[in-house]
């Protein structure tokens, strides 16, 4: 079959669109590492090879078998030389692509989002997915012509890196997306329809279709379902909690009253209030916890959104310790709780490692932070006797040092670090564990640093000025001065920097012994720490804070270990050649020179050009896709040229008498024309009829004639629409000078064929008129004079 390239501009168009969209999709991807600029730009480029393939093989009539793999293989080629620097797949070269791309895997698997800089870099993956989401978009949206369909595509890509870091993707890039997957569906929309068929008033056909109003119609439904799943999720509150109300729908929500608030008020305030008493033949109950929190969102840590099944009631048997082997030593304790009146907490106050509990069915516990909240809102602590036996782990220095990694051991949530976390906060912690080659060691040289090496002071002097909307961690690490919450909360981040997967505790550090033989804690005991993830040994408690606070550290953050000589582990962070020595403050060159190398947002300016490119495509397209009718209608017959004229009456805002044969049509069309003017100001209401524009009168009898006969006999090479084409270009002429030169600039950029205005005449009845005999007659008479011409 042989080419048709008046179908080319189409198929670069809708190509185009359908680019845009997956590479905006692709954008979002942009949370997901450092140095996106080197995955954005290859894939637009990529993008455009693909595209542009692709209309060039469907003009070329080219199967749609055939289509895809040209694409596949264009794609595969530009991702090798992406990769490696040539796009031939020689042995060395395709090697080369597999190092790459299983370093690229590992460190997707060592290190949260976003994986930072000086690592094996996730490009590889990140260009291989991008390029797929193209070529998936392609396809459907081109040459399958499944527009709709392909939002599935793009929302599979979109949903990937909320699905990885948790946090919600830009709604800039979300209406970007929205509105190039509306303005997709859209054109193939409108070519659909179009391909129909033709009206009976000069058309080919026996039907017509108002294009303009079903793709309003379309475009319209989808903006509401958009804007219906952007709004309607945002107008259901939510809590933090929730609590699985029996097997039904519904569910109980609880408030969550926020630990470190509680842990500053009760810090900050003078008196010493006890709190709590604690009876255990057992060792002395030290850190003794309330809540975990798990979730950082770059200024305080929170206890993130938890969904606990009323199954999980705190009594009887725990399931097994999270992580911990069953070599690891233990003993076990039982523990006898009762809380004063003025401990008002919905957490309730046990050990870390609890294997039992009997606290009733008040109160729930969560599988992956073992820790336990009340039911229902009138539920707390004040005045309540529990107990629950724990699990006190001898662990093991060497088995912690030689684990593996732990970031794909546990949920997300314990290594997902905010994209907004301030960048030396990054370079500090690959700074002060650079001369670690494990995990674990990186954790005891973070510990010392914070309590020795680099210079801190407690303070809770500083609880106040901390607020109530948590720690400036950046103003800590400069100021050096803080209490419990900052320590515990700076090591946490630092630790999921290197890969480690962390979380902060928040309970009470030590008790006093009463007369009694119980244990008291009191409000000044209230403390928070660091509890990080290895592999074998669980959740391991470490003490960031100076000794001011905390006395003694666990003995396993102390161990030494016999030098390592192999290359560092997988969590080794970026080369540390120009980075202060561990225990050094950063020099204010150091910070000028990261300051200068990231000054520039490269990515926020590349999207908004984007946007800015995309809101000019929108506004151009109804230019376009009406400048691609004409082009297609002008190589056509003195049919298409009659469509044209149609069009350009319904364009300028005259109406159309829909339904009427050429002869009455053009007996409308006369009655519009006007005399064309050149450079003299036109007046604001021209006079019109055929008297003032005699030619074009003249040129639209001849398309009237020519169409006529044209019905009758069928002689393609005798009615083309190049022939007539000056007769149509003086009535369009005329038929422009007789409206303002504002209907007339908007007929260019927006036409009323293409948007869908309603412009058509049609006759209507009035209300009273006669429906007698010789009405009736003259109706007849007039319906078969129109008919025939």
């Known amino acids: 079959m042989s080419p048709s390239w008046s179908n080319l501009p189409q198929q670069l168009r809708l190509s185009g669109i359908a680019l845009l969209a997956a590479w905006a999709t692709a954008l979002s991807w942009r949370v997901l590492t450092e140095g996106f600029a080197e995955v954005g730009f290859p894939l637009l480029f990529i993008g455009v090879v693909i595209g542009g393939a692709g209309a060039l093989a469907r003009s070329s009539r080219i199967p749609a078998a055939a289509v895809v793999a040209v694409q596949l293989v264009l794609g595969a080629l530009m991702v090798l030389g992406t990769t490696t620097g040539s796009p031939f797949p020689t042995p060395a070269n395709v090697d080369a692509f597999t190092a790459a791309v299983q370093a690229a895997l590992e460190s997707s698997r060592a290190y949260a989002a976003p994986v930072q800089l000086g690592v094996p870099p996730v490009h590889p993956l990140l260009l291989i997915g991008g390029t797929l989401v193209i070529l998936l978009v392609d396809v459907i949206a ?3 012509r499944r527009a709709p369909v392909a939002g599935l595509v793009l929302l599979a890509a979109y949903t990937l890196p909320v699905a990885v870091t948790g946090e919600a993707v830009s709604w800039w890039l979300f209406s970007v997306i929205a509105a190039l997957f509306l303005t997709l569906v859209f054109l193939q929309h409108s070519d659909h329809v179009t391909s129909w068929g033709r009206a009976p008033d000069g058309e080919k056909g026996s039907f017509s279709v108002r294009t303009g109003a079903i793709g309003n119609s379309a475009l319209a439904l989808g903006t509401a379902a958009i804007a219906l799943a952007v709004v309607v999720p945002a107008a259901v509150p939510t809590m933090s909690m929730s609590v699985f109300d029996g097997n039904g729908p519904g569910t109980r929500e609880v408030e969550v009253k926020d630990p470190m608030i509680d842990l500053r008020r009760d810090l900050s305030r003078g008196e010493d209030i006890p709190l ?11 850190y003794l916890r309330l809540s975990v929190l798990t979730r950082f969102n770059g200024t305080a840590w ?13 009594t009887g048997a725990l399931p097994p310790l999270d992580g911990v082997a069953s070599s690891v030593a233990r003993k076990e304790f039982k523990y006898d709780v009762r809380v004063g009146p ?3 907490s919905t957490w309730l106050p046990t050990t870390a490692q609890v294997t039992r509990i009997a606290a009733g069915a008040d109160w729930r516990y969560d599988v992956t932070t073992r820790d336990f909240i009340a039911a229902r809102d009138d539920v707390t602590t004040a005045e309540r006797t529990y107990d629950f036996t724990g699990a006190q782990l001898t ?41 670690a080659p494990t995990r674990f060691q990186k954790a005891q040289l973070l510990q010392q640093w914070f309590r020795e090496d680099g210079g801190f002071r407690y303070d809770k002097a500083q609880v106040e000025s901390a607020g109530s909307g948590g720690a400036d961690l950046t103003a800590f690490l400069e100021d050096r001065v803080g209490y419990c919450e900052q320590f515990a909360a700076s090591m946490a981040i630092m630790a999921r920097v290197l890969g480690i997967p962390s979380r902060v505790a928040v309970g009470f550090l030590e008790p006093t012994k009463t007369s009694s033989g119980a244990w008291e804690f009191s409000a000044h005991d209230l403390h928070a720490w660091p509890e990080l993830y290895f592999p074998g040994s669980g959740w391991v408690r470490f003490e960031p804070t100076p000794q001011d606070r905390a006395g003694q550290v666990p003995d396993y ?18 080369s540390t050649e120009l980075l202060p020595e561990r225990g050094e403050t950063p020099s204010a060159a150091d910070g000028a020179a990261d300051g200068d190398a ?26 376009l896709v009406r400048g691609a009718r004409r082009r297609s209608r002008l190589a056509g017959d003195v049919e298409d040229l009659w469509i044209e004229l149609r069009d350009t009456a319904r364009d300028l805002g005259h109406p159309w008498p829909a339904g009427r044969s050429p002869r009455r049509a053009g007996e409308w069309l006369g009655r519009l024309l006007a005399t064309p003017t050149s450079g003299a100001a036109r007046a604001d209401r021209p006079r019109r009829g055929r008297d003032q ?10 398309l009237v004639s020519v169409l006529e006969h044209s019905r009758y006999a069928r002689d393609p090479e005798t009615f083309t629409a190049e022939r007539f084409l000056v007769d149509l270009e003086l009535v369009e002429a005329a038929l422009a000078a007789g409206v303002t030169p504002r209907d007339v600039r908007r007929a260019a950029w927006w036409p009323a064929s293409v948007t869908g205005r309603r412009t058509t005449w049609r006759p209507r009845a009035r209300l009273g008129r006669s429906r007698g005999a010789a009405g009736a007659d003259r109706e007849s008479t007039r319906t078969v004079d129109e008919l025939v011409g």
């Open 142 to 144: 081109c040459t399958l």
């Open 276 to 286: 709590l008493w604690v009876t255990t033949p057992g060792p002395r109950p030290n």
């Open 302 to 314: 929170t206890p993130g959104d938890r969904a606990i099944p009323d199954t999980q009631i705190a």
């Open 342 to 344: 003025d401990l008002d």
């Open 395 to 435: 662990y093991d220095a060497e088995t912690m040092n030689t684990a593996v990694s732990g970031a794909g051991s546990v949920p997300g949530t314990f290594t997902d670090i905010p994209p907004s976390l301030n960048n030396e906060i990054r370079r500090l912690a690959s700074s002060v564990t650079a001369d």
């Open 557 to 574: 953050t102390t161990a030494d270990f016999a030098p390592v000589t192999e290359s560092p582990s997988p969590s080794a962070s970026r």
């Open 598 to 623: 990231s000054s520039i947002p490269w990515v926020p300016i590349l999207a908004a050009l984007v946007g800015l490119a995309v809101i000019a495509l929108l506004l151009l397209t109804p230019r």
């Open 693 to 702: 524009a005699p030619e074009a009168a003249q040129s639209l009898d001849r």
